[in-house]
């Protein structure tokens, strides 16, 4: 079965930095990759969705890359602000429509 | 526009009891996602709805578990004779298509406790 890992649990970062977090995934190789945002208590809120012929996609300080040979997607911050702090999930469908996601990386920014 | 809205959003039940959780989908959503999220673990699927029909249950537990989208309604997930290991957030999505590159939109989850 597809596995996908968030290589980090936590980062911490100063405001103004970037951001960079990283997904690995095993196994077969999807046709779209999906990045969430959830903060504490609420529910997983959709950022970005990738294909797997597009290498990188943007929306306003966020970026994407969608490496299908290394099997991985990095997400970026740029500028980062305090406000950018809650947890990032990775996902990708496995079979069908349904979602599997990473455990998330926690991302802290600190003014 | 109301997002997709779940409840109730926190629920007690004794072991043995019942739990009983609504999910309502984005007006115009016609696919209902259920996941759960344990402690320190990460969202994992659960079962996968349109109107009416169970099309994906790869993830439900083949016991005590079940899930249901009438056609009138919000889409149920009912879980009898709970435990402590039930007791996690679980979270329903929906979207308007059942395709593979449609985001899903989800609801504030209920979290659930066992005493």
């Known amino acids: 079965s597809q596995k996908i890992e968030q290589n980090s649990e936590a980062l911490n970062i100063q405001e103004g930095k970037t951001a960079t977090l990283t997904c690995n995934y095993t196994?077969?190789?999807?046709?779209?990759l999906q990045w969430y945002r959830q903060d504490p208590g609420r529910g997983p809120v959709f950022l970005l969705l990738?294909?797997?012929?597009?290498k990188e996609k943007r929306k306003e300080r966020l970026k994407v890359t969608f490496d299908t040979t290394l099997k991985q997607s990095l997400f970026h911050i740029t500028a980062s602000q305090p406000a950018d702090s809650a947890t990032y999930l990775c996902?990708?469908?496995?079979?069908?429509?349904?979602?599997?996601f990473g455990k998330g990386t926690t991302l802290s920014v600190s003014s | 526009n109301a997002g997709v809205m779940q409840n109730p959003r926190h629920l007690v039940r004794r072991r043995g009891q019942e739990a009983r959780l609504r999910c309502s989908p984005m007006?115009?959503?016609?696919?209902v996602y259920w996941y759960r999220q344990l402690p320190e673990e990460g969202l994992k699927f659960m079962v996968y709805?349109?109107?009416?029909?169970?099309?994906?249950e790869s993830g439900m537990p083949k016991e005590r578990f079940s899930a249901e989208f009438p056609k009138e309604g919000p889409s149920i997930l009912r879980i009898q004779q709970v435990v402590r290991g039930d007791s996690a957030a679980y979270f329903c999505a929906s979207s308007p298509g059942g395709f593979r590159d449609t985001e899903q939109y989800f609801g504030p989850g209920t979290r659930l406790t066992v005493t």
């Open positions: 990738i294909r797997e012929n597009e």
């Open positions: 196994n077969y190789s999807p046709a779209y």
């Open positions: 996902a990708l469908n496995q079979a069908g429509t349904a979602l599997i």
């Open positions: 007006k115009g959503h016609s696919h």
């Open positions: 709805l349109q109107k009416e029909n169970i099309i994906d």
